[in-house]
């Protein structure tokens, strides 16, 4: 298993601007960059991943013929719930979790290079998958990210899973 909190990240600013034009938000890149500010300030990203045999996830996920696939968790800390709640935090919130999404992809993808072997797209997974599955939870701990599944309510809300597999590369 392998961790990393609190890590830095840049929210794209740029990204989420367009996509708040997209959906008729009234902002101003400064104004924008000012709110980007406050919510930078209470982001704390954090990951969790681990590489398993397909089997483990039994028929639920399909994974075709990968030798392997690595479970991973973002997570953007609960400090953010704290902020009020608007089209802005959302939008960036998104784009905070895709971050920390494709930075966990690149460190996976040294990884699968040294094992000769290439990924499929990850593909997100309910927290219920994860949760009841023993083998899962016996080796990776989401508590030390302060993820937590209860009742069917997943918490900090700005959490992710995700799985993606692994494949041989082909011979040339």
């Known amino acids: 298993m392998k961790l990393i909190k609190n890590f830095r990240i840049t929210l794209r600013q740029g990204y989420i601007f367009r ?18 500010k406050e ?3 209470h982001l704390k990203p954090a990951t969790i991943y681990e590489t398993f ?9 399909d994974f075709g013929k990968s030798v392997a696939a690595t479970l991973f968790a973002v997570t953007l800390g609960s400090e953010v719930e704290s902020l009020e709640k608007n ?3 959302d939008t960036s919130l998104r784009d905070g979790c895709e971050v920390v999404k494709n930075f966990v992809l690149k460190l996976i993808q040294k990884e699968a290079e040294e094992e000769h072997c290439e990924l499929l797209e990850p593909t997100e997974v309910e927290p219920s998958i ?9 080796k990776m701990d989401f508590s030390k990210i302060e993820i937590k599944f209860e009742s069917g ?9 995700y799985v993606v597999g692994w494949f041989l590369k082909k011979r040339k």
Not at 19 to 36: N, V
């Open 153 to 161: 309510g997943l918490t900090p809300v700005n959490t992710k899973f």
């Open 39 to 41: 919510i930078h300030s």
């Open 53 to 61: 045999n397909p089997a483990v996830f039994g028929k639920k996920i």
């Open 87 to 89: 089209e802005i935090l």
């Open 130 to 138: 994860i949760f009841e599955n023993q083998k899962i939870l016996s």
């Open 19 to 36: 996509d708040l034009k997209k959906k008729k938000t009234d902002i101003s890149e400064q104004q924008l960059s000012e709110k980007l």
